[in-house]
């Protein structure tokens, strides 16, 4: 049952209750202290039905429209698929409300140019979800970087791989973009914000290794790619991704400078290993980015509240989710063309 608390709050509604809805729905259900989770918005009614059974709200809407007719609500949490956010976020702009949106930001940069300026045109704060920046190691590697603490910045090395077999619509890369957009967006978004520096170039390559039944009916799919990339500042940032790796979910990033290096995150799920009578050491390796960046997730939400009381600018801008998109729709076209793309290019 909902408890309508009386406190001054930022009242927000979730917009979007599928799995990755519900895990900021749980970080907004008592874990940020300036906000509360009034109303939930999911057309299908199964997955609202569910989400609410789990957090009860005061409002519940399968059309996002009547959200944008409740003065109580200050903000959304947008999560719904990504074809529909464009439309979502400019009619919470235009209704006065706050924005966070999930990555990806738009269908395409179009899209995402006028999401930021409806946002700028009514006020509102706008944040991108790139949990990843408000992770504790891998804002501790920005710290590291920006005291100079390696010296001058020469390389950056990203790496996701994500264990699960993809779904269907994910095999037709025109819809999901494959690794690159599935599960490197993340890398490209930390790439630059360590590089401080937007990119010059992009080549990519990929290839189809652990779906080879799908290969006929799929000729443009692959799992495992590799980014390379030059920044406008010099630094060399390189990429590595790949689906349905199996053995668990592995996020790593190392920074090069000319005096050191940085690495942040690791593969393994705690500081425990065993070693048995066989002589082999054993660990629990990271099942998946809900565990890896839960804490994350609760900083990002309590960021984005502070930036709506504190009137500050979003510490993740559409600017930067704007960019994230370019280097994804970029780097699949550097794939499927088999070249290097600058990115200026038309």
């Known amino acids: 049952m909902y408890k309508e608390n009386t406190s001054k709050k930022i009242r927000v509604c979730l917009i979007g209750c599928g799995r990755a809805g519900m895990i900021h729905a749980r970080s907004y259900a008592g874990h940020v202290r300036d906000a509360e989770l009034i109303a939930m918005c999911d057309p299908m009614e199964e997955n609202l039905k569910a989400a609410t059974e789990e957090i009860p709200v005061k409002y519940c809407y399968t059309d996002y429209r009547e959200v944008m007719k409740n003065p109580e609500i200050d903000a959304v949490i947008v999560v719904t698929p990504t074809q529909f956010h464009h439309d979502v976020v400019i009619a919470a702009a235009k209704a006065g409300k706050h924005v966070f949106c999930e990555k990806p930001m738009a269908n395409d940069e179009q899209e995402c140019d006028r999401m930021i300026e409806a946002c700028k045109e009514n006020g509102v704060k706008l944040q991108l979800g790139f949990m990843r920046r408000f992770d504790k190691n891998f804002r501790r590697g ?70 080879p039944e799908k290969a006929e009916q799929y000729p443009e799919y692959y799992d495992t790619c590799s ?20 053995y668990g979910y592995d996020s790593r990033t190392e920074i090069l400078g000319t005096e050191g290096i940085v690495k942040v995150g690791s593969q393994k799920a705690n500081e425990v290993e065993m070693v048995t009578s066989d002589k082999e050491i054993r660990m629990d390796s990271m099942d998946s980015w809900r565990t890896l960046f839960q804490d994350a997730y609760v900083a990002e939400a309590k960021a984005f509240i502070a930036s709506i009381l504190n009137d500050t600018e979003p510490e993740v801008t559409g600017h930067d989710g704007k960019m994230a998109l370019t280097l994804v729709n970029h780097g699949l076209r550097s794939i499927l063309e088999k070249r290097p793309i600058t990115i200026d290019e038309v």
């Open 142 to 211: 920005k710290e590291l970087i920006d005291q100079g603490k390696v010296g001058n910045v020469t390389m950056i090395k990203s790496n996701t791989y994500g264990p699960s077999e993809p779904k269907e619509w994910m095999y037709d890369v025109r819809r999901s973009y494959g690794p690159i957009g599935e599960v490197n967006s993340h890398d490209f978004d930390t790439l630059r914000w360590y590089a401080g520096s937007e990119v010059k170039w992009i080549h990519a390559v990929g290839n189809n290794f652990r779906s």
């Open 227 to 246: 980014v390379l990339m030059e920044f406008e500042n010099g630094v060399i940032g390189t990429i590595t991704g790949a689906q349905y790796v199996r």
